[in-house]
């Protein structure tokens, strides 16, 4: 039976890009050798890499406009401590919208004064904060786009006077936006764009090389500008796979392509919590994701006959996290509108029942 995969992460992959990653590695580009074994160094290899740092730029409209694409490990996490390491020399700003904003803060604490400008942890993250003060004395403001455990995402961002750095583990890619109001993105691929083991990080070059504090090589994104995102061992495999992924995006027509699709997809899927009496959505209705809708069953004693009907149906990867509780329906880009359909048609099944 086919799977309809709704994974928080590592995320759903098209199936062109699984086929021809399967291919890559037996036999990377006929020279006898798996993906796996060829050296990072080698001509083929750094062909993937500049490629996929060249078509991340191109689907971002940020080509010839002073960024500088990198794919490099360690996870959003690392991304927690380097942009800190990199950018904070007295006080940035956080709004905290969940756990990785959380987390986020607590490393930027270790470099400098942090300001949370605003926060919606007095309601378990179920909105987005608005009517924030913004300091004006910022060496920077961070935010994260879309809160993949909440299943909110920011729809409107704030205009400031200092670098605007985004984390877009969980949705980029997947809507238009002018992403050239930021000067740092970081997101984690296996949210969006490939497996587990690879970050892309999205830079502005002029707002680096401000900070006083020594930065250790692997930590610099200076360093790893100028290799090429090549100054350690690349994660050769993630970023094949990523770049498979992009050209795929580029290939359907574009972020502007695949945002139609993913709003049909939301539109189904709330449709349906909204009318339905069995079930009720977390998030605000003004902050709702369009990558992961978060929901709740309103009658315990039908959970075991939902979930049942889950797995008859095919549906993986559909818990909520253990903060929130509920399901948790991501519906990331390489997740099919007839997916959702079937998850939609369970759910109305159930209410029947119910």
């Known amino acids: 039976m086919k799977k309809h995969n709704f994974s928080a992460g590592p995320c ?12 890559s590695v037996m036999d990377f580009n006929g020279l006898g050798l798996s993906l796996l074994e060829i050296s ?3 001509k083929e290899f750094v062909e993937v ?19 500088q694409a990198l794919f490099l490990q360690g996870g ?23 756990t990785w904003s959380d987390k986020a803060i607590k490393e930027a604490k270790n470099f400098g004064e942090v300001v949370e400008v605003g926060s919606s942890k007095d309601e378990n993250f179920k ?23 909440f299943g909110t995402q920011i729809n409107k961002f704030p205009s400031v006077n200092a670098p605007l750095i985004c984390d877009m ?27 587990a083991g690879t970050t892309l990080v999205i830079v502005k070059e002029d707002i680096l090389g401000k900070v006083s504090r020594q930065i250790p090589s692997m930590l610099d994104y200076k360093v790893h500008i100028e290799k090429n995102s090549m100054f350690n061992t690349p994660a050769v495999f993630p970023v094949y796979v990523s770049m498979l992924t992009l050209q795929w995006l580029k290939d359907m027509g574009g972020i502007a392509a695949i945002e139609e699709i993913n709003n049909k997809k939301a539109r189904l899927l709330y449709s349906e919590i909204d ?24 009658d315990e004693k039908l959970k075991d ?28 880009n390489a997740l099919s509108l007839d997916s959702v359909g079937v998850l939609v048609d369970i759910m109305s099944e159930m209410e029947r029942k119910g």
């Not at 401590?81 to 007295?90: D, G, I, K, R, S």
Request: proline share 3%; aromatic share 10%.
């Open 49 to 67: 890499m500049e490629t996929a740092r060249s078509l991340a730029l191109e689907l971002l409209d940020l080509q010839d406009k002073g960024y």
């Open 169 to 195: 583990s969980s949705d980029i890619f997947s809507r238009v936006i002018d992403f050239s109001q930021f000067d740092l993105i970081y997101a984690g691929a296996q949210k969006n764009m490939g497996p």
């Open 305 to 332: 006959t939902f979930e049942k009907m889950l797995k008859e149906g095919g549906i993986n990867g559909l818990n909520g996290h253990r903060s929130v509780g509920g399901y948790r329906a991501s519906m990331y």
């Open 12 to 23: 759903i992959l098209p199936q062109e890009v699984l086929l021809k990653a399967s291919e």
């Open 40 to 42: 990072h160094r080698s």
């Open 127 to 149: 909105y987005i904060p608005k009517g924030y003060t913004i300091p004006t004395d910022l060496d920077y403001l961070h935010l994260t786009s879309n809160n993949t455990i």
């Open 76 to 98: 959003a996490s690392m991304e927690f401590l380097m942009v800190a390491y990199n950018l904070l020399e007295n006080k940035a700003g956080y709004l905290n919208t969940g």
């Open 275 to 298: 009318l339905s009496p069995v079930f009720e959505g977390f998030a605000n209705k003004e902050d709702r994701s369009i990558m992961n809708a978060t929901f709740n069953i309103t």
